[in-house]
């Protein structure tokens, strides 16, 4: 077990990425925007706008800055980003899905999505909740690449966070 | 109580801060990277290098960003940011402080530094560990503006999230 | 009348609004995508989202990049960005509103910001009709700064533009 | 017909590319800055410099953000990229050339080259007339892709649009 | 004499600029672009563009870009930005000049469009000749602030730089 | 030889590179930060932080841009980028290596990583030393592509430029 993000000295470093085969690879992550009750109400009755459209997109344009975001990030040609919104009890939920065909996987373009879509929600609630939380942003499944398969076990899902 | 960032339509709009003072402003905010204690050792133990440090300077970046990346957010001059970074028990913890002489708060520019800074300690430990979790990404204090102070309880703090 | 982005060798300059007083300044453009029926009946009845929704907002977020775009204009700090958008019989109809308080006129910035939502709205119709034109891309408005208030000519507007 | 930026449920979203071929892609977009006769004469007379070549550069630099600013737009690697902007008698014509190789055509990247080029212009001549207009931002020829090689109707261009 | 980047547990952070007073500043700053006489022949004999046009609007671009590049920088609002290049028997020298009104300096600014105007330079000439040389990018003036005027010695200048 | 940034009328273009072959590429550059002795000594003393870490950080993420800062640039999927930073006898001495698999080379990015870290190291020194001088920016090696293999005479080095 080893941190790739560290050169011999100890310092900090980019991955070389040069030798790794282009493969699809997909990441798709998740995040809860917790607000009170009276909140989210308010945010629900919102006459006729869909206050969450503008939290995708936010999140979808996010996923294309992910390298300028994140220092030690490769550049990638991202062939799909989706993001997805919903009202759930506690709040906001909203999960992230992002396509490449590259050397290196789409987890940090799947979590910068979710990060800026729910930091989106947050920014249109704030008038009316100071207490709003952003919370369990973590990648749900992942495919592609060496390391093959990943998916999140629920069950440790449901013991470990609270979403 | 009503949602700021809604016209008279119901459609979703930016503020118009065009008639508000520019008083100085401050928000502090906070954010747990969660991680299991083998991964937080290996980290820990990196030889020399301070891997907290390229966290920190990637949240300075990016509170330089926010308006970029959260649709409607302002523009604004920030005159200061800082991050900071230290291990805890349970993984890495950030605390963010921005400030600004101008018509509207700080707030999303504290989150969204605290936010790139979790996400790019997420970053390089990642290959170690693909269970974890950034969570409790909040308002921790907020001065200056019309709202006045606000400071989070820090009771309700301990209560309802885990870091 | 001379061109104040040229120095006295003629070379294209930036205007230097060091001395200039900062003051309310509000500009509002106008643009048409301009698409064929069949095309504008398939947009109209996308059956749940809001296409248009996402246009008003990419150009939101572009009145806040023109700085960068346009290489002699100076940044601004917006106080208010707002894009409409709607059907019109020949495709759709887009106008923006900018506002700040500064040295300079936000002409650019509403210029902008109606070019990237028509873009926007070009991009989601492409696949059906190549045809698609943006056309009239025009200041309507403009108040604040030394040069006063001006308004388009609505009949100078009808006679010369077709949207 | 099928609007492909729409998911079943009818919501917009970003087409997914994964699975198209990388092909050689050309498209080729056209726009005219109309203005006043006095306004072009000053611009022609111009002493030395060569007031299209700020526009021509900025439309080459537009074309590589155009997927920052398209909120579906997909980012692709362009491999070439031109502008050209000649006087016509209404104005300053633009027509830029974007070239890529890649799963998706480069429409977009012509029409955002071709457009920030015209707001460039606009820019530069916006003192001397406030009456300027960006007239006729349109695709000209298309090469490559699934779709095959597309050409505008020079005669449906005379009658419908005035550049 | 004290590093103003360090916090008091000798962190790198960026300076506190809140009660600074906005004051009218302006910096100017060169650089050199070294090539052997070939390369320069070649470049002056370009048949009929403006080489160094381009560079003079890269550099202009870069100074508003200055903030995003260099990760301690406070973003400003420049009211002026104004670079030259010329050819000198070595190649060819740039220099640069940077205004704002705001609470502190802009040699960062200043510097940063030299260098990018002289990346601009070397990018065009580089297929000439791989020895090209950036060379002397140095503060040469600076006005305002509580520092007041500064300019460099010319005398210390011919001695240390070749330029 | 021929200036390949120019197009037949001796206009300045992008160059095509549509139909090279995408070949692994490398570029290593390098530049000296000058400053005084009691400057140097002020920041190698630097209580416990690392200045030079946020310069290498800085030059990484500032190579990621370099299509966005020099108008001529092709995007290129970077592969690897790292920069070195350490203290000299004259000052801080940078060097940086960029790799790509893809049409055209590296250069301009490893030399605006080298600038744009020198900059960040001047940006936190200049409080201490407005004298300080960046110099000596060149390329050291290149690799791959038509050209082959390049790298710079070491005598013709320590002849001609100071660092």
Redesign the interface.
């Known amino acids: 077990?080893?941190?790739?993000?560290?050169d011999r000295?100890?310092?900090?470093?980019?991955?070389?990425?040069?030798a790794?085969a282009h493969t699809?690879r997909e990441a798709i992550a998740g995040?809860l925007v917790k607000m009170n009750a009276?909140t989210l109400g308010?945010?629900r009755r919102?006459?006729?706008?869909?206050?969450l459209?503008?939290a995708?997109?936010?999140g979808?344009?996010?996923a294309?800055?992910t390298?300028?975001?994140?220092?030690?990030?490769?550049?990638?040609?991202?062939?799909?980003?989706?993001v997805q919104a919903k009202f759930s009890k506690q709040g906001v939920a909203i999960t992230s899905c992002v396509?490449?065909?590259?050397?290196t996987g789409v987890?940090?373009e799947a979590?910068?999505a979710a990060?800026?879509a729910?930091?989106?929600v947050?920014?249109?609630?704030?008038?009316?909740d100071?207490?709003?939380?952003?919370?369990?942003?973590?990648?749900l499944e992942?495919r592609g690449g060496k390391s093959g398969t990943?998916r999140?076990n629920p069950k440790?899902e449901i013991r470990?966070?609270?979403p």
Chains 1, 2, 3, 4, 5, 6 share one sequence.
């Open positions: 077990m080893k941190l790739t993000h560290y000295s100890g310092r900090v470093r980019m991955v070389d990425v040069s790794k699809e995040v009276r308010a945010v919102s006459p006729k706008g869909d206050p459209e503008i995708r997109i936010a979808i344009a996010a294309k800055q390298a300028d975001l994140i220092p030690l990030c490769h550049p990638l040609l991202l062939t799909h980003i989706d396509r490449t065909t590259g050397p987890e940090m979590l910068t990060a800026v729910a930091l989106t947050y920014d249109m609630c704030k008038a009316l100071k207490g709003i939380e952003i919370t369990g942003l973590r990648l992942k990943y999140r440790f470990n966070s609270s």
